[in-house]
């Protein structure tokens, strides 16, 4: 068996650390955890560069640990993959970017006051990590996502603005397993739609 030869976008040589803390919720204990992490693997850098074998990248972290891995000395790449999109877990550990991936939906029925069913369901969007949330819409929340359909409740006195026909935006919670399940992805500007990028599956 030959072998494995490197992605193209690899670099030939470099030293990364696996990101085992992405998922913990920040902290001054997870903050100082990175830092440690950090500073083994520049470490570890210098003493094979020492030995005269040179280290192209030092690389770790990523979205939820961005802020503090990115300031580490001796770190000269970090790896926030989730970034453009951030899947909304993410604002629960530290990441300073904002969520911006919606699936635009449209209000289809409104069977009693507080309650209306919107045309999305897990065919357009994922609810593995948790349902979607409404887009700047207060007190109001999705409360099941069904196959094609979603259900949402809001307070009696405050469910203006969700009549049949009209458009909402839910954001998404997990964008990997959402953009697979489109062709194309609309980037949005001032309600203005700027670019079309076709999804490629």
């Known amino acids: ?22 998922a913990s919720h920040a902290s001054e204990d997870r903050d100082r955890m990175v830092r440690i992490g950090c500073q083994s693997l520049a470490s570890s850098a210098e003493l094979i560069e020492s030995a005269g074998i040179p280290v192209g990248i030092v690389s770790t972290g990523g979205t939820g640990t961005f802020s503090v891995s990115g300031q580490c000395p001796g770190i000269t790449e970090v790896q926030p993959g989730s970034y453009l999109l951030m899947d909304a877990p993410y604002v629960n550990r530290g990441a300073f ?3 911006t991936l919606t699936v635009l939906t449209t209000v289809i029925s409104k069977p009693i006051p507080g309650r209306a069913v919107v045309d999305c369901g897990v065919k357009a969007m994922s609810g593995e990590r948790g349902l979607p949330t409404v887009k700047g819409k207060a007190g109001v929340e999705l409360k099941a996502l069904h196959a094609e359909h979603g259900l949402l409740e809001m307070d009696v006195n405050s469910d203006a603005g969700f009549e049949v026909g009209h458009r909402i935006e839910l954001l998404v919670q997990y964008a990997d397993a959402t953009m697979n399940l489109h062709r194309c992805l609309y980037g949005v500007r001032s309600s203005n739609v700027e670019e079309t990028f076709r999804i490629e599956h």
Not at 4 to 15: E, F, I, M, T, V
Not at 17 to 22: G, K, L, W
């Open 1 to 22: 068996m030959g072998a494995r030869k490197p992605k193209p976008s690899q670099p030939d040589h470099g030293l990364t650390r696996r990101r085992f803390i992405q």
């Open 97 to 99: 970017f904002q969520p």
